[in-house]
């Protein structure tokens, strides 16, 4: 019965970490929005995508709390509410009220978001502590595939109510209902492990929790800051580049082709949560984020050289090595801090995630900004300059945890 729980449990979450990759596929909107609600800025309309990202953060803290006193299928069910209100208020937003679309679509659709978020991958990693890279992998792998699934039906729909500029409003319809329709499903089907089940594990040969920090007591140690500022700089080359693949596809000369940029980074990335995940069972989480970081010090160096085919090639291992990240950084704070008060503690930890988010799209905004009116993507460049800066420094952060938690006896 357990294990047909734990079974159901994957499986629920899965469905809903799915839809949730809907927002890993805002460059499919971004121009559309752009030209047509921000008069073209798009720093403006990558504010929206930064606000849900930065949200989210808060939304997983305010989800994880309210799970431990209530239940997780509740919290699941009124974020999946608060998601699905966020995209409907979304559709009704015109270039009069482009706050609007902050409010809803950003800081609605974060706050949703960030009650499923973080809830389902905590209650996934409770029924199997022993192989948390593993099945944090196939839980965050799922929200990557969605991007995968929906980038061709959110293209269809645009298409089909007017095409960019005017069909993003009734996409948006469409949207708030698949998100109430999954969430409300799979939340349903959602339960925590009974009382014991982690000792049972534990003496049943699994990695027994050497450590259980509530919220309070990690935010005194100096581990939480080193690993949420790693996270912060980590996100900065990936998040630009999934907020203006299509663009910079454009920008090219791939126009055609252009929706292979979002299909390549969203596809690679959820391909990348899975086998990074899983590498880091093996070697380690902080070993595999240092060599993630190291790779993505190096692929953001290339962007301006990457030219015609090869710039979905450059797309697609970017998105693979961001996608590690977003496997690695939870079982990370569930290996420090415990899984008992994981889904809170991993909220906070995203408060790196939400800054980054807004610092990388004002920063990729700004210069796609000075591209586009200059006619020369390359002039978007230093955005990647600055990027690859922050994974070097990153690494750095990586280290000196490695060190701390050696002296304290870890090996994670």
Not at 328 to 348: E, Q, R, V
Request: charged residues 10%; hydrophobic residues 50%.
């Amino acid at each position: 019965m357990k294990n047909n729980q734990g079974i159901k449990t994957i499986l629920a979450a899965v469905a809903i970490q799915m839809t949730l990759g809907i927002a890993y596929i805002w460059s499919v909107f971004q121009t559309g929005i752009a030209n047509s609600i921000f008069g073209g800025n798009n720093a403006a309309a990558g504010m929206t995508f930064s606000l849900l990202l930065a949200t989210l953060t808060i939304g997983s803290v305010i989800g994880g709390k309210l799970a431990v006193k209530y239940s997780i299928r509740r919290v699941v069910l009124i974020g999946g509410v608060i998601l699905s209100a966020g995209f409907f208020l979304a559709s009704f937003t015109t270039s009069s009220f482009p706050w609007l679309l902050w409010g809803s679509y950003g800081v609605m659709g974060g706050v949703g978001m960030g009650f499923t978020y973080s809830t389902t991958i905590a209650c996934a990693q409770k029924w199997y502590p022993h192989k948390k890279g593993f099945v944090t992998g196939i839980i965050v792998s799922s929200l990557g595939f969605g991007g995968v699934v929906f980038t061709p039906i959110v293209e269809m729909l645009i298409e089909k109510f007017g095409g960019q500029e005017i069909g993003e409003p009734n996409t948006f319809i469409v949207l708030s209902v698949i998100f109430l329709v999954v969430c409300t499903a799979g939340g349903l089907l959602l339960k925590n492990p009974p009382d014991g089940y982690m000792a049972d594990k534990a003496s049943a040969g699994a990695a027994p929790a050497a450590v259980s920090l509530t919220p309070t007591q990690m935010l005194r140690t100096p581990k939480f800051y080193l690993v949420t500022g790693s996270l912060l700089l980590a996100c900065m080359g990936g998040l630009m580049m999934i907020g203006f693949a299509k663009p910079i596809a454009v920008a090219k000369g791939l126009e055609a082709t252009a929706m292979y940029g979002v299909l390549a980074i969203s596809m690679f990335n959820s391909l990348g949560r899975l086998v990074w995940g899983m590498i880091s069972d093996k070697l380690g989480r902080i070993n595999t984020i240092i060599l993630l970081l190291s790779g993505t010090t190096v692929l953001s160096l290339l962007v301006n050289m990457a030219e015609s085919w090869w710039i979905y090639v450059l797309i697609a291992c970017i998105g693979f090595f961001y996608g590690g990240f977003l496997s690695n950084f939870p079982s990370l704070t569930a290996d420090l801090f415990g899984a008992a008060h994981m889904a809170t503690n991993y909220g906070f930890v995203l408060l790196g995630f939400g800054t980054g988010a807004i610092v990388s799209s004002q920063i990729a905004g700004y210069y796609r900004n000075i591209a586009a009116e200059a006619g020369d993507i390359n002039l978007m460049f230093p955005a990647f300059i600055i990027a690859s800066c922050c994974s070097a420094a990153a690494i750095v952060l990586m280290i000196i945890l490695r060190k701390l938690s050696k002296q304290s006896g870890e090996n994670k």
